[in-house]
T-cell receptor
Framework: GQQLNQSPQSMFIQEGEDVSMNCTSS?????WLWYKQDPGEGPVLLIA?????ELTSNGRLTAQFGITRKDSFLNISASIPSDVGIYFC???????FGAGTRLTVKP | DADVTQTPRNRITKTGKRIMLECSQT?????MYWYRQDPGLGLQLIYY???????NKGEISDGYSVSRQAQAKFSLSLESAIPNQTALYFC????????????FGPGTRLTVL
């Protein structure tokens, strides 16, 4: 099946710093999705991308659908403590998720 | 009220017991999914259903079965639970007529002793 590689696995940053994480796939995706999971909760959709090259923002979050359709990145600007959590990428071709990026923000 | 609900939220059981986890949704979505999450890992797809008469295996279906009793209900069963099925279980829904993005329930924490 398709492999989704998400990196980095974890990040420890200072409040106010910008964050970048990405996902790559061995196959082409039609849709890239980014989710955030808070402790003890289910993942919540942050951004959905539907077209190659698409760049979409949601507040301090920006995500892009790679031109090759095999990758996507998520940026968080000016991080705050409530950004803490696990961020997952997903492609809806076969409903697979990346392993997640665990973000810790130090005040 | 939550759009996707899961019951129970927590369950502790013993090896060999039969367990059923239930999922209900009020979103009117046709597609439903069951995922498993192990500590520090991502989500693995167990089973999915695109409508009431449709059931498909995911990546890790061995040891599990499902039933789609109605469009709004999708249950996951462990016929004979074993300790390595201890995990967090999530139900999700999506709308094939919309963008087909998935919406998740709050999860069920299952511990098999």
């Amino acid at each position: 099946g398709q492999q989704l590689n998400q990196s980095p696995q974890s990040m420890f940053i200072q409040e106010g710093e910008d964050v970048s994480m990405n996902c790559t796939s061995s196959s082409i995706f039609n849709t890239w999705l980014w989710y955030k999971q808070d402790p003890g909760e289910g993942p919540v959709l942050l951004i959905a991308l539907y077209k190659a090259g698409e760049l979409t923002s949601n507040g301090r979050l920006t995500a892009q659908f790679g031109i090759t359709r095999k990758d996507s990145f998520l940026n968080i600007s000016a991080s705050i403590p409530s950004d803490v959590g696990i961020y997952f990428c997903a492609g809806n071709n076969d409903m697979r998720f990346g392993a997640g990026t665990r973000l810790t923000v130090k005040p | 009220d939550a759009d996707v609900t899961q019951t129970p939220r927590n369950r502790i059981t013993k090896t060999g017991k039969r367990i059923m986890l239930e999922c209900s949704q009020t979103k009117g979505h046709d597609r439903m999914y069951w995922y498993r999450q192990d500590p520090g890992l991502g989500l693995q797809l167990i089973y999915y259903s695109f409508d009431v008469k449709d059931i498909n295996k995911g990546e890790i279906s061995d040891g599990y079965s499902v039933s789609r009793q109605a469009q709004a209900k999708f249950s996951l069963s462990l016929e004979s639970a074993i300790p390595n099925q201890t995990a967090l279980y999530f139900c999700a829904t999506s709308d094939s007529q919309g963008r087909d993005t998935q919406y998740f329930g709050p999860g069920t924490r299952l511990t098999v002793l």
